[in-house]
Structures are given as structure tokens and as C-alpha cells.
């Protein structure tokens, strides 16, 4: 499987930006998609996670901010984010958990997210 993220950027505090993440290759074994994030120095966090079976879940600094959505049908995870903040500034990853994992194994390229104050 491979995973081909888009969207970052920069955004002003308060702005809006929308993530994309398109799996390709072993489509049918991807269990969940999910998005993480990772500011250097600092451990990576879960954003949000989306698993076929249609179980959504956030990380706790999310509070209603953030919404992630499955595409299906172009094998594509969004990531809708509002209400930025400069904290929020990170490189953010998208992932996939394959069947049989525990965990998520696969990851894409980073996307810079840089919200300005």
C-alpha cells in the first residue's frame, strides 16, 4: 500500500484547511486510515483515525475542530480542519492499519500544516 497526502500549508489562526490522503496498491487489506502529526522534538499524536467498518475517532485536542471523512470510492481519507490554531502547527502524516496489525504500519509523506498567529 502506498499513501499520497496532500494539503498542507499555511493558514492564518482561525483559518481552514482540508487534507487528503489517497491509498493505492493493497486497497481491500487497509483496515483504517488515520492522520497523525508531529512537531520536532516533540512524540507524534493521533489526530484522527477512520477504520473501514466506520469507526471514527480524535485525539483529545481536537474538540470539534477537525473532521475526518472516507472517500471510498477514490480510496481517500480527508481531514477538514478549522478553527486552526498556531499550535496545530506540525507535519502531519497520513497512515493506514492493515489487516492483521495492531497498529498502523504504513505511512505516507508528511504535509507541512503552518498556522500563523
Known amino acids: 500500500v502506498q499513501l499520497q497526502a496532500s494539503g498542507g500549508g499555511l493558514v492564518q489562526d482561525g483559518g481552514s484547511l482540508r487534507l487528503s490522503c489517497t491509498a493505492s496498491g493493497d486497497i481491500a487489506s487497509i483496515t483504517a486510515l488515520g492522520w497523525y502529526r508531529q512537531v520536532p522534538g516533540k512524540q507524534r499524536e493521533m489526530v484522527a483515525t477512520?477504520?473501514?467498518?466506520?469507526?471514527?475517532g480524535y485525539g483529545g485536542f481536537v474538540k470539534d475542530r477537525f473532521t475526518i471523512t472516507r472517500d471510498a470510492a477514490k480510496n481517500t481519507v480527508y481531514l477538514q480542519m478549522n478553527s486552526l490554531k498556531p499550535e496545530d502547527t506540525a507535519v502531519y502524516y497520513c497512515?493506514?492499519?492493515?489487516?492483521?496489525?495492531?497498529?498502523?504500519?504504513?505511512w505516507g509523506q508528511g504535509t507541512q500544516v503552518t498556522v500563523s498567529s
Open positions: 477512520a477504520t473501514t467498518s466506520g469507526f471514527v
Open positions: 497512515a493506514a492499519k492493515m489487516r492483521g496489525d495492531s497498529d498502523y504500519t504504513i
